[in-house]
């Protein structure tokens, strides 16, 4: 399995224990001093409720930051499940994660020939993550993985359940209404949103906080329907009178295959499932949950060119729309083909760092919004240029140490991500394997005192 990691961001994580400094790394890029007694070491506050898109600030390839998320590496929905705030993150098509970061808090880190898939954070009632699931997969096999925030440090939650109750924050009812699962636009009563997961195309209906559904319809044939409580009086502050309500709608497509989960709740907190599947007519019809299983695993498994399909959907052309973040769709520029020169960079073309561990000097160059970096040169020396009009480098790392041969890790992507790495001996770079970088990499740096210490940084 092909993993499409940025090697510079895994070589970094080995790199450094302390995770601050890559946040301090990234804070010197935009201007900003390191603080490691910040307690506020975030690039953005989360506001429940904000239409405001997160800031446009450059991204560590290889690793997502839930505090700071970047439209250019994820898609990203906020909504409610039994009253529950979660944020859910998905890495756009072509993007692979690593390493999951919140703040200067490392969260997660990728385990040998692990992919990930997605993240839904449980947000607190100020909007911050206290727990996290993390959705993988290793050697094919589906896996799951619930961290909680403890004393400031991100650890494996043996009770997500609990946790889960701990932060929920039940809401009043208002009213009951209908979903429609034909609809993909989301209303003041109901989110809703479409993303792929782990190779399926999904889309989701929660319900906002206080309104109840009492009705599942497709167009205007009904699938499930709430009874009507024997009494109503002393109902209306949970299910508005009802048995039982709605907690959330699920479809999932692969191909022709279409099938649908619907939570339901009911007296005493009780949960259950009704499942159905879209026939060859177009009609949706109850299925058991055994059947719902057998044929779930088999879209799970299948590929698409396994899915018989009139209309094979594009992974990448899900309609996305959700109410807390309307405005994050990227904004049409025309982008300037620029050049990175190793011995001079231009400031005004790319964002730079400089930091030192373990005796080893790295710098980071990333071109800025609205330029393509499309060559790599070293005075004449040229290292690396795009070979197609869709190819472009995202980021350039450089590693040296006096008495080593300094080391590039070139990272792009457009017509096929690929990292491109280089060893310079005298004046001359040539391109090595990635294998014999890492080695280099290992034996420049100097164990003798903890990451820590000796740490210089430096703005460029």
């Known amino acids: 399995m092909r993993i499409l990691a940025l090697l510079w961001m895994l070589f970094l994580a080995r790199f450094c224990s302390a995770c601050c400094m890559l946040q301090c790394l990234w804070k010197k890029i935009n201007g900003k001093l390191c603080n490691k007694d910040d307690d506020?070491?975030?690039?953005?506050?989360?506001?429940?409720?904000?239409?405001?898109?997160?800031?446009?600030?450059?991204?560590?390839?290889?690793?997502?930051?839930?505090?700071?998320?970047?439209?250019?590496?994820?898609?990203?929905?906020?909504?409610?499940?039994?009253?529950?705030?979660?944020?859910?993150?998905?890495?756009?098509?072509?993007?692979?994660?690593?390493?999951?970061?919140?703040?200067?808090?490392?969260?997660?880190?990728?385990?040998?020939?692990?992919?990930?898939?997605?993240?839904?954070?449980?947000?607190?009632?100020?909007?911050?993550?206290?727990?996290?699931?993390?959705?993988?997969?290793?050697?094919?096999?589906?896996?799951?993985?619930?961290?909680?925030?403890?004393?400031?440090?991100?650890?494996?939650?043996?009770?997500?359940?609990?946790?889960?109750?701990?932060?929920?924050?039940?809401?009043?009812?208002?009213?009951?209404?209908?979903?429609?699962?034909?609809?993909?636009?989301?209303?003041?009563?109901?989110?809703?949103?479409?993303?792929?997961?782990?190779?399926?195309?999904?889309?989701?209906?929660?319900?906002?906080?206080?309104?109840?559904?009492?009705?599942?319809?497709?167009?205007?044939?009904?699938?499930?329907?709430?009874?009507?409580?024997?009494?109503?009086?002393?109902?209306?502050?949970?299910?508005?009178?009802?048995?039982?309500?709605?907690?959330?709608?699920?479809?999932?497509?692969?191909?022709?295959?279409?099938?649908?989960?619907?939570?339901?709740?009911?007296?005493?907190?009780?949960?259950?499932y009704k499942y159905f599947e879209k026939n060859a007519d177009g009609q949706w019809k109850s299925i058991s949950e055994k059947d719902y299983d057998k044929k779930f695993n088999e879209i799970k498994r299948a590929k698409p060119s396994q899915v018989p399909s009139k209309a094979q959907p594009k992974e990448d052309s899900a309609v996305v729309v959700q109410t807390n973040f309307r405005n994050v769709a990227p904004k049409l520029v025309t982008r300037l083909g620029i050049t990175l020169d190793l011995s001079n960079p231009d400031p005004s073309l790319f964002s730079l760092a400089d930091d030192q561990i373990h005796g080893v000097s790295h710098k980071a160059f990333v071109p800025k919004d609205g330029c393509s970096l499309v060559a790599i040169v070293d005075n004449r020396d040229t290292l690396w240029t795009a070979t197609d009009t869709k190819e472009e480098c995202m980021g350039a790392y450089l590693f040296s140490r006096e008495g080593y041969s300094s080391l590039l890790s070139v990272y792009t992507r457009g017509a096929g991500d690929e990292t491109f790495c280089f060893e310079k001996n005298g004046s001359l770079w040539k391109n090595v394997d990635k294998r014999y970088f890492e080695r280099k990499l290992h034996s420049m740096k100097d164990f003798s005192a903890p990451a820590g210490e000796g740490h210089k940084e430096e703005d460029t």
Request: glycine share 8%.
């Open 40 to 272: 506020d070491d975030v690039y953005v506050q989360v506001a429940q409720g904000s239409s405001n898109e997160f800031p446009n600030v450059p991204f560590l390839p290889g690793v997502i930051d839930i505090s700071a998320l970047d439209k250019k590496q994820c898609k990203f929905f906020n909504y409610s499940f039994a009253g529950n705030a979660i944020r859910l993150v998905v890495p756009n098509k072509g993007v692979s994660v690593s390493k999951l970061m919140n703040g200067s808090e490392t969260v997660w880190i990728a385990e040998e020939e692990e992919t990930f898939g997605y993240a839904e954070a449980y947000l607190n009632h100020d909007g911050k993550p206290e727990l996290i699931l993390v959705a993988s997969t290793s050697s094919g096999t589906s896996k799951e993985t619930y961290l909680e925030l403890k004393d400031g440090r991100w650890v494996s939650c043996n009770d997500s359940e609990d946790k889960m109750k701990s932060l929920r924050d039940p809401a009043e009812w208002k009213s009951d209404f209908e979903i429609d699962i034909s609809a993909s636009k989301d209303t003041d009563k109901c989110s809703i949103f479409e993303v792929g997961l782990l190779g399926v195309t999904t889309r989701h209906f929660y319900p906002e906080p206080g309104h109840v559904p009492i009705k599942v319809k497709n167009g205007n044939k009904e699938l499930w329907k709430a009874q009507v409580h024997s009494s109503r009086k002393g109902m209306e502050t949970m299910f508005g009178g009802y048995e039982s309500y709605c907690l959330s709608c699920i479809l999932y497509k692969k191909g022709s295959m279409e099938l649908l989960e619907l939570t339901v709740v009911g007296k005493a907190s009780s949960r259950w």
